[in-house]
């Protein structure tokens, strides 16, 4: 471990190269004040679509067009300001773009409650028109939009609020990324090292008790500092997502963000409710881990650290990129081709400096590359989190390159899909180049962390999601003490008798971003249900599964979510893709267990 680098001592080749979407700031300007004529453009068809279909037509034509200006201008303001979070200048950019999208999404609020004000008889001759064929299915999900849209006043209000709304996550992720400060702590040798974000891991990853042990207390003492300032920012939140769904119509703020993916809360309660049924592999887990390590009880930092340390690998990062690109290979030549140009033209920003976001991301618009920002420290979880990023880029080029503009955002719901499908191809790549027996092992229980980071962490976040939100709804009490005691309780629900955690694992919630995505979570459990089924299509030869895989990253949002996903072989209206996956988990800890306890003995 090192001391945090700044942003002027990362070489240039570990950093993105965001030149091809403006080449200056002053480019970016010029771009940012043709924003308004993108507006007024848009505007004059405020009033006209009950003219006719043709009207209508050129309004979807002059939104998109006015939107994917915008998204440009933005995708520029927030890749720079995330690569220094301190750095004023860039962060007042993002500010001005970030307001100017507020105030335009007042300005066409009009749109939505304007097309479904057309009579029935009107919307319906619409929806067979020629001149609309190709927004067909916007009509129809507009149509289905029909009970939660508000008068054109009102949207407008709602649009032009949404800057201050979301105020509350962006005074989190200020205070999250640039302000807070972390003790140091001390390593095995005894050298202080700056605890960050970034390094957490390798902290909680180390051999030694007493500095996995140093570093949780640092992180979540740091955090508990600020606890009743957390649960306000998270309180906020909450009341806001609350209050846009009660607003809209919906039963509840659950029932709101699942609503334009098309799925009803069954798909999320049915995963909580599935995973629970197989806590008892989870907690056998812990079970084993526990014996290894010799411990009568684990706590919250002894269950990230290798189960085989003497295998912990040190990974450079050119070595990561070879052992990604060749785990990908069974994907085809087109994909293999396009994965080697974001290495060749700089897609990715790579290093951990002073200042830069925390974690990882994968982000760009329709007129960019699929950029990618990661905090690589050399571990084999940052490999695995390259080969994650990659598979969102992956995904959102081929859809941009199949789908006109209209129809190229994918859907969250199935984000995670292409992601974690390129961890499982790397898992398997590395199992087969390995002849280290402690190495495989090593890889094992990385799956294995895998599953229990991405499906059983995710869903016991998600139902904590809930239950705040809940909280809320019910008006019940919404404090630190009260979310802190309920965080620590479902903790230890789901890592069982073996794990005897520290109080101050009760702060966790305080240090994940992800609660402020409004039911983001989920989808991380669901989308690596369906890598699991999916990868073994990838490499099982097929070619006709493969093809399946392929239009599947190149759908965008032409479907359904559940439709692109049946269609690509996998059925998540259903518990058995969840099942499927933690049925195999369970084989995978009993093939642990068999080795690891024998050699023990």
Not at 107 to 120: D, G, H, I, N, T
Not at 495 to 514: C, L
Not at 515 to 524: A, E, L, T
Not at 558 to 574: M, P, R, W
Request: hydrophobic share 35%; net charge negative.
């Amino acid at each position: 471990m090192s001391e945090q680098l700044t942003r002027n001592e990362i070489p240039e080749s570990k950093k993105w190269d965001l030149s091809p979407l403006y080449k200056t700031t002053e480019n970016w300007e010029t771009d940012f004040n043709q924003i308004d004529k993108g507006i007024d453009e848009a505007l004059k068809y405020r009033g006209r679509v009950r003219e006719s279909a043709e009207i209508l037509a050129q309004a979807f034509k002059a939104i998109d067009k006015m939107e994917r200006h915008l998204e440009k201008v933005y995708t520029f303001a927030h890749l720079e300001s995330d690569q220094d979070t301190s750095n004023s200048e860039t962060r007042s950019r993002l500010d001005k773009v970030t307001a100017k999208i507020a105030e335009t999404s007042g300005k066409m609020a009009w749109f939505e409650p304007e097309v479904l004000s057309l009579s029935e008889e009107t919307f319906n001759t619409y929806l067979t028109s020629p001149a609309l064929e190709f927004y067909t299915r916007t009509l129809t999900e507009l149509a289905r939009r029909r009970p939660h849209t508000l008068s054109e006043k009102e949207e407008r209000i709602l649009g032009m609020s949404s800057e201050v709304m979301n105020s509350a996550s962006k005074t989190f992720s200020i205070l999250n990324n640039a302000d807070i400060t972390f003790p140091k702590v001390k390593d095995e040798a005894g050298k202080e090292i700056q605890l960050t974000h970034g390094n957490y891991v390798n902290f909680l990853e180390n051999k030694d008790r007493s500095v996995r042990k140093a570093a949780f207390d640092a992180m979540y003492s740091t955090f508990g500092s600020l606890r009743n300032t957390l649960a306000c920012t998270l309180s906020s939140n909450v009341k806001k997502d609350v209050l846009k769904s009660q607003l809209r119509n919906f039963d509840s703020a659950l029932e709101s963000a699942l609503h334009p993916d098309n799925i009803g809360s069954d798909v999320y309660n049915n995963l909580i409710s599935t995973v629970h049924d197989n806590l008892p592999a989870l907690h056998k887990y812990y079970d084993i881990r526990r014996k290894i390590l010799n411990l009568d009880k684990l706590d919250m930092c002894d269950v990230y650290n290798p189960l085989v340390p003497d295998s912990k690998v040190e990974v450079t990062w050119e070595q990561a990129c070879e052992w990604v690109q060749e785990a990908c290979k069974p994907l085809g030549e087109e994909y293999c081709t396009v994965l080697k140009r974001a290495f060749d033209e700089r897609w990715i920003d790579a290093l951990e400096n002073k200042g830069k976001r925390s974690g990882a991301y994968s982000s760009g618009c329709y007129d960019s590359a699929p950029y990618i920002m990661m905090n690589f420290s050399g571990t084999l979880s940052d490999v695995f989190t390259l080969a994650h990023e990659l598979g969102h880029s992956m995904h959102s080029y081929f859809s941009k390159k199949e789908q006109d503009y209209h129809y190229s955002s994918y859907k969250i719901f199935v984000a995670e899909v292409a992601s974690t499908t390129n961890e499982l191809l790397l898992h398997n790549y590395l199992m087969e180049i390995s002849t280290d027996e402690n190495f495989k092992l090593y890889l094992i229980n990385h799956l294995i962390d895998s599953f229990k980071g991405t499906v059983f962490r995710q869903t016991m976040f998600a139902e904590f999601e809930k239950e705040i939100h809940e909280m809320v709804e019910q008006s019940k009490p919404f404090t630190a003490d009260s979310i802190s005691a309920y965080y620590y309780e479902l903790n230890k629900k789901y890592h069982g008798e073996a794990v005897d955690p520290d109080s101050k694992i009760e702060m966790e919630w305080a240090r994940i971003p992800h609660f402020y995505y409004n039911f983001y979570v989920y989808k991380y459990a669901t989308g690596f249900s369906a890598a699991v089924a999916l990868s073994k299509n990838i490499l099982s030869g097929d070619a006709a599964k493969l093809e399946d895989y392929l239009n599947f990253l190149k759908a965008g949002c032409s479907k359904d979510v559940l439709d692109i996903l049946k269609d690509a072989g996998v059925d998540l209206s259903t518990p058995e893709p969840i099942n499927s996956a933690l049925s195999e988990f369970s084989e995978i800890v009993d093939e642990l267990e068999q080795v690891l306890l024998y050699r023990k003995r």
